[in-house]
């Protein structure tokens, strides 16, 4: 069952990836991107990491995606031209197919019988309770600091978009 | 269910991430793919925090959900600067610091 939701939700996912980049109305690349990270959430729940799963759909399919399709109606975007650079589309695409095979390859030869064996999870694994707990113990700093970057993420922004200064 | 599955798939999702990024002209689609190889990385963080039963791997992921918020807001915010100069957000346009 579980091997089945992961082929399942992973294919999806791997599609609505390849679709996005062949896909020739932003909008629609959009709207790919956004099922591209439902089935991400759903393979996070998969992997019992309930709190990131809420979070991956709150975050990014609810804030990140809908920021960008505002963007795109607001610009208005049309391809004029065709979708792919003009400079040595053909070398870029080889160059990269043989990169992520390169990749591919690294990653199925990886040896992860070294690794202990995957264990049943413990009780409360991937929470908001258990990963709240030590997000502010142990990983208490990360925390505050992320709230700095946050506000000077904001304040760059507003300049950054503002007309006049 | 090992996670030998999970990291081949991330791989892939990572490389059609590259691939995007390298080939496609419209900054908006390249900057949705850098998103797609930041959520190929996150899904490594959480299938090795539940293969080492560590949830440090998930505030890890936590971690690079803040910092891609942030990234949108900024980036998004030059894509309409690009855009109200140049008028387009085509990547081949934007060549002012080319040599």
Do not use: W
Not at chain 1, 8 to 24: E, H, N
Not at chain 1, 57 to 85: H, S
Not at chain 1, 119 to 126: D, E, N, T, V
Not at chain 2, 26 to 49: G, K, P, R
Request: hydrophobic fraction near 60%.
């Amino acid at each position: 069952m579980e091997l089945l939701m992961f082929y399942g939700f992973g294919l999806l996912a791997l599609f609505a990836g390849v679709a996005m980049i062949l896909s020739r109305q932003p909008v629609t690349s959009a709207l790919l991107m956004i099922l591209n990270m439902f089935c991400l959430s759903a393979l996070y729940a998969l992997l019992d990491a309930h709190l990131i799963a809420v979070l991956q759909l709150l975050v990014y399919a609810g804030a990140i995606m809908v920021l960008v399709l505002f963007v795109i109606m607001l610009l208005n975007l049309r391809e004029k031209k065709g979708i792919i650079t003009k400079h040595q589309a053909s070398l870029q695409v080889v160059g990269v197919a043989a990169f992520g095979f390169f990749v591919m390859t690294v990653v199925s030869r990886l040896n992860t019988a070294a690794l202990p064996k995957s264990k049943a999870a413990s009780a409360g694994f991937g929470t908001v309770e258990a990963v709240g707990r030590i997000l502010f113990t142990d990983y208490v700093l990360p925390f505050e600091i992320a709230s700095v970057l946050l506000l000077a993420a904001i304040v760059g922004a507003v300049m950054l978009a503002k007309s006049k200064v | 269910m090992s996670v030998g599955h999970y990291l081949l798939l991330s791989a892939a999702l990572f490389a059609v991430g590259v691939v995007g990024v390298v080939t496609r002209r419209n900054s908006i689609i390249v900057y949705m793919c850098i998103e797609l190889m930041l959520n190929a990385v996150n899904l490594t963080f959480i299938a090795f925090a539940r293969q080492l039963g560590d949830m440090g791997g998930q505030i890890f992921t936590f971690m690079v959900m803040t910092v891609a918020a942030a990234e949108a807001a900024v980036g998004l915010a030059i894509i309409i600067s690009v855009f109200r100069n140049r008028l387009s957000v085509d990547v081949d346009d934007v060549n002012l610091l080319k040599g």
